[in-house]
């Protein structure tokens, strides 16, 4: 029997609401084999949770205050400090129903143990040890991984992949700190010229790769929130069809006439294992109808902040007056230019689109009909947000904006250093801008956070995890 104290004991329900094959209720803290013995009856009538033997699956029956019995189920204890918060944590699977797993919850509340914050379990496996912050966030990435590539980053952070990399930094950091202070400490050995040549040398090598890490941001980035891509173009110009060839069913209703997407729908594409965001926008023409006036005005506002714009043209027609208005809204901005319908007769003057159209396009033909162009569509995407990036390498990407700015402000902090040498300050100062780099790395890992910064991270988790 392990040893129960007096610390706060927390449970949630860890399987998504609805029903489902089986619930999993997940119990953490200290007293956590006294509370789950209070509902939870083994088989074996002399055996009590708090006795179970670590990581074995016991069978056994859930039982409220008056010993009706509420389900059969499963109990596994794992014993601090071998389980996920290195804290005694049981858990509980019972059948899915959403009201027998309600119930064993509501039983575990009124058995001693508190309702378990947003994140709370992985906050307290941080807190213990057991994960870095790195890796906490991870957590939250790996559930919410929506190709392969995403979970490859994910994973890769979950691994400690991205941690290591900052560690390594670190200390390579308190290295440099140390040269310089001995040169502080022994100014007659006469060693103050080679301790800055040698820190010189390491903070450059140090901010190039802190470069190298934040030019992996933007597909870092991309791979865990999606690259929210707008699909733009006058009504029945196949933007519907775009979006149902990407997906790959049949989302979108698609027919001949022309207004028939009045708003804008957003669905997710695995294109390459890129992660597409698409917004496939109501047809952008002038319009009596309030319902689909709206849609187009909807349709103008994702021009402005999406990170991809596919802007389609009817190649079996000449250029609209639908058609000017969308030249006239993408001017000065950047994407692919998607030259639709081209299984039909050729119409559409290109060369007088690309004079018009003024920007940072690429032309692509492609038909939905017969799926011509899609593949290289598909390839020019991947392509964009690989760019200047090792594929193979994503987990190691940066992935979120807190890392980000951690980066760039531990960069800035190695110019600085830099800037002091080559200045011939005293070392002192040198230390104080190299131990800020060091500090502001150690954010990112957790080592150095504030308790806010902490709290704000694990309130954005799910309850249950």
């Not at 901010?207 to 597909?219: A, D, G, H, P, Q």
């Not at 559409?348 to 003024?358: E, H, N, P, V, Y």
Request: aromatic letters at 6%.
């Amino acid at each position: 029997m392990k040893n129960f104290g007096e610390n706060d004991t927390i449970v949630a329900i860890s399987t998504p609401p609805g029903e489902g094959g089986i619930g999993i209720i997940r119990i953490s803290g200290e007293n956590s084999g006294i509370v789950a013995s209070k509902l939870f009856k083994c088989a074996k009538k002399d055996l009590t949770v708090e006795n179970f033997e670590s990581h074995k699956v016991v069978y056994g029956k859930i039982v409220d205050e008056k010993g009706n019995v509420i389900d059969e189920a499963l109990c596994i204890a794992m014993w601090a400090p071998n389980s996920y918060t290195k804290e005694n944590v049981v858990e509980i699977q019972s059948h899915g129903g959403a009201l027998v797993v309600r119930r064993i919850l509501e039983l575990a509340l009124q058995n001693g143990a508190r309702m378990a914050e947003p994140g709370e379990f992985t906050k307290r496996a941080f807190l213990n040890g057991r994960l870095d912050l790195s890796q906490a966030q991870s957590v939250m990435d790996i559930i919410k991984a929506r190709t392969d590539a995403s979970l490859r980053m994910a994973a890769g952070h979950l691994q400690g992949k991205f941690s290591d990399e900052i560690k390594a930094m670190r200390h390579d950091i308190l290295e440099v700190i140390a040269h310089l202070e001995v040169s502080i400490d022994f100014p007659e050995d006469d060693i103050e010229d080679v301790a800055k040549d040698e820190a010189s040398a390491k903070v450059r090598s140090i901010k190039n790769r802190i470069e190298e890490m934040l030019s992996t941001f933007n597909t870092g980035r991309i791979l865990r929130d999606g690259l929210v891509t707008a699909i733009i173009g006058k009504p029945n110009v196949g933007k519907s069809s775009l979006l149902n060839t990407l997906l790959r069913e049949d989302r979108a209703i698609v027919t001949d006439i022309p207004g028939t997407t009045r708003d804008s729908l957003e669905e997710y594409a695995n294109i390459g294992g890129v992660p597409l965001k698409i917004i496939d926008t109501a047809g952008i023409r002038e319009t009596e109808d309030k319902v689909e006036q709206i849609g187009v005005e909807k349709s103008m506002s994702y021009v402005q902040k999406a990170d991809l714009i596919l802007a389609l043209f009817d190649t079996s027609s000449d250029l609209t007056k639908e058609d000017e208005e969308i030249i006239n809204l993408l001017q000065g901005k950047e994407g692919i230019v998607l030259l639709t319908k081209n299984d039909l007769s050729c119409v559409l003057d290109i060369d007088d689109l690309q004079k018009r159209l003024q920007g940072n396009f690429k032309y692509m033909q492609i038909s939905t009909f017969n799926n011509d162009g899609i593949k290289e569509l598909e390839q020019e995407i991947v392509n964009r947000v690989y760019s200047g990036t090792v594929k193979q390498a994503e987990g190691v990407f940066v992935n979120n904006v807190r890392q980000a700015n951690a980066l760039k402000e531990a960069q800035k902090y190695l110019e600085d250093c830099l800037n002091t040498i080559e200045m011939d300050m005293a070392e002192d100062f040198i230390v104080i801008d190299i131990r800020s780099a060091w500090e502001k790395l150690g954010e990112i890992t957790g080592d150095t956070v504030d308790e806010d910064i902490i709290d704000q991270i694990f309130s954005q988790f799910c309850i249950g995890k």
